[in-house]
C-alpha cells in the first residue's frame, strides 16, 4: 500500500502512525510545559513517549542548533509546518545507547579507512524537507557541505509493523531538498530480545527501497542476526564520491556480531532497568 502524502496524512492517521500517547493544543508555555512535565510521571521511564501538539507556533523552532522552546525534554521532533502539528518523541535510554553505538561504529570504521574526518557528524539537527522539519538521532555528511546524505531513526514499541520507521526513512529520501540517500533504521521491541535494522537506499527520481533488513535475536541463548545478514552503507553516496583508488576506503559494512553486539548493550539496559 503506498503512503500517504505529508499533506494527507491527517491528525488521526498520525496518531496511529506514531503511536501517540497523548494529544495537546499549543495555547501558550504557561500550560503546555506542566502539561507535558506531567505526561511521563506514571510511564515506563525506559520507553520512548510520543505526544501530539496542535497549533504549535513555527517561531518556536531553533532549527539552527536543534532545540525547541518549550519543550522541557530530550527527544526528537517532527513539524508539518502548514497545518502547525508537532510529533515528539521522548527517548527512552534503550533508545540513546543503540544511536549512540551506531554513530560511534561508524565513526571507528571510518578511521580504520583514514578518512573519518571528511564526514561531519550533525546529530539530531533539525532539517527542512519540503513542507516537514524533520529531526533524525543521528546524521552524517561530507566535509564542506551543510546538509546530511545519511540518518539514522530509531524507534521503540511493542507492535509487530515497523510503519513509522518505515514513513520516516521515506520522508528524508523522498521530500525535496533533502540530500539524504540512505537511511539506517533500528526498530526496539522493548518487551522482548529483540531488534529489526534496516537500510533504505535512494533508487532513481527519489525513490526509497529498503535494501537490508536485519533481525536480531536470542537463539539458544545468544543473539543471532538473522541468515547471518549485514547492513552495508554505501561509500559513494556517503561521501558524494567515489572511494580514492588504491585506498582502504570501501563501503561500511556493519556485520552480524557488530550488530549483535549492539543489541545485547541494549538489552542489557533494559534489564538493568527492569530489576532496578
Known amino acids: 500500500m503506498a503512503a500517504k502524502s505529508d499533506v494527507t496524512e491527517s491528525v488521526a492517521d498520525l496518531e496511529s502512525l506514531y503511536n501517540v500517547e497523548a494529544s495537546f493544543e499549543y495555547t501558550g508555555r504557561d500550560s503546555l510545559v506542566p502539561a507535558l512535565r506531567a505526561f511521563p510521571e506514571t510511564?515506563?521511564?525506559i520507553l520512548d513517549h510520543t505526544v501530539l501538539i496542535t497549533k504549535f507556533p513555527l517561531q518556536l523552532f531553533n532549527i539552527e542548533d536543534g532545540d525547541i522552546a518549550v519543550i522541557p525534554f530530550h527527544g526528537k521532533a517532527l513539524y508539518f509546518r502548514d497545518r502547525r502539528i508537532l510529533?515528539?518523541?521522548m527517548k527512552g535510554s534503550p533508545h540513546e545507547i543503540l544511536s549512540r553505538a551506531i554513530h560511534?561504529?561508524?565513526?571507528?570504521?571510518l578511521r580504520k579507512m583514514y578518512c573519518h574526518e571528511d564526514l561531519i557528524a550533525s546529530g539530531g539537527v533539525i532539517e527542512s524537507l519540503g513542507n516537514v522539519n524533520k529531526q533524525p538521532d543521528q546524521s552524517w555528511g561530507p566535509k564542506g557541505v551543510e546538509y546530511p546524505t545519511c540518518v539514522l531513526e530509531v524507534g521503540m514499541e511493542e507492535r509487530e509493523s515497523i510503519p513509522a520507521l518505515d514513513r520516516d526513512a521515506?520522508?528524508?529520501?523522498?521530500?525535496?531538498?533533502?540530500?539524504?540517500?540512505?537511511?539506517i533504521t533500528a526498530?526496539?521491541?522493548?518487551?522482548?530480545p529483540e531488534i529489526i535494522f534496516a537500510l533504505w537506499q535512494a533508487k532513481s527520481h527519489r525513490q526509497p527501497v529498503k535494501k537490508d533488513e536485519v533481525h536480531v535475536k536470542i537463539r539458544q541463548g545468544q543473539p543471532r542476526a538473522s541468515n547471518n545478514r549485514s547492513l552495508s552503507v554505501i561509500f559513494e553516496k556517503l561521501f558524494e564520491r567515489l572511494p580514492i583508488p588504491g585506498s582502504s576506503e570501501s563501503d561500511v559494512i556493519?556485520?552480524?556480531p557488530e550488530l549483535c553486539s549492539i543489541a545485547l548493550e541494549v538489552w542489557e539496559e533494559i534489564d538493568l532497568n527492569r530489576r532496578g
Open 87 to 89: 510529533i515528539f518523541t
Open 104 to 109: 560511534d561504529l561508524l565513526r571507528a570504521k
Open 170 to 183: 521515506q520522508r528524508w529520501i523522498e521530500n525535496e531538498p533533502s540530500h539524504v540517500t540512505q537511511v
Open 43 to 45: 510511564k515506563d521511564i
Open 187 to 192: 526498530k526496539i521491541f522493548p518487551h522482548r
Open 254 to 256: 556493519f556485520t552480524a
